[in-house]
């Protein structure tokens, strides 16, 4: 019922800045938090940020300060602005939320989309 699309993926210099979007569609009654995640081959998927309903932003220690979560409501959208990037954040990045389709009954559930690979290098 719901689906998650990603896009902005690419290949930058380190230093350089990418903008990731996520936009959820489908049947949605509400949506309690989305977020990214991203995985890098050998490593474990880990997240990178994520903002509740209400605005409550969070992040991981090693994208603080250069990385900033964003959400158009209206749109049912996410972004993910990253700024002054590094090798290491070479991963395939994947969207989250935690969406209840219905209303009625309102149960939430964890949706991934599809990721997007962000490249940095030289």
């Known amino acids: 019922q719901v689906q998650l699309v990603e896009s902005g993926g690419g290949l930058v210099q380190p230093g350089g800045s990418l903008r990731l979007s996520c936009a959820a569609s489908?049947?949605?009654?509400?949506?309690?938090?989305m977020g990214w995640y991203r995985q890098a081959p050998g490593n474990q998927r880990e997240p990178v940020a994520s903002?509740?309903?209400?605005?409550?932003?969070t992040y991981a220690d090693s994208v603080k300060g250069r990385f900033t979560i964003s959400t158009d409501s209206a749109k049912n959208t996410v972004y993910l602005q990253m700024n002054t990037l590094k090798p290491e954040d070479t991963a395939v990045y994947y969207c989250?939320?935690?969406?209840?389709?219905?209303?009625?009954?309102?149960?939430?559930?964890?949706?991934w989309g599809q990721g997007t690979q962000v490249t940095v290098s030289s």
């Open positions: 989250q939320a935690i969406i209840a389709a219905v209303a009625r009954p309102l149960v939430f559930r964890d949706y």
């Open positions: 489908g049947s949605i009654s509400s949506i309690r938090t």
């Open positions: 903002v509740k309903s209400g605005g409550i932003t």
